[in-house]
């Protein structure tokens, strides 16, 4: 059996873009889109420290509510996904709001349904 060589060189760079929509939140003002950018500007983690974005991770707005995620490097979707969750319970508003991945690389944030129980109560 032959012995097995490593094979040395560096991985293909990827580039990945994610896009978290949060228009519906945003539109009725109860999301600050800014602060969540800021957020994820502090709070993103590159080679095991915050702060470290460099040219690597590139975060901007995208028109109302969406921000926008390119990343030069290895970025998962559910590590974003995750901070979204951290912000909005930061933030209070994890009772109202959820991140639901809608497409690949896209998430968006969606207020919970809420069905009124007026119909049971007429029962009585």
Do not use: C
Not at 107 to 123: C, G, I, R, S, T
């Amino acid at each position: 059996m032959a012995p097995q060589t490593k094979k040395s060189g560096k991985q293909a760079k990827t580039t990945k873009k994610f896009v978290i929509n949060a228009q519906q939140p945003a539109s009725d003002k109860i999301f600050d889109t800014a602060a969540f950018e800021k957020f994820l500007q502090d709070k993103i983690k590159v080679d095991g420290r915050t702060g470290n974005l460099g040219d690597t991770i590139v975060i901007q707005q995208a028109g109302e509510g969406k921000i926008e995620i390119i990343a030069h490097n290895e970025l998962s979707g559910r590590y974003l996904k995750y901070l979204t969750k951290k912000f909005l319970k930061k933030m209070q508003l994890r009772d109202w709001l959820r991140v639901v991945s809608t497409s690949k690389g896209v998430y968006e944030l969606k207020f919970f349904n809420v069905v009124n129980d007026e119909a049971d109560d007429e029962d009585d």
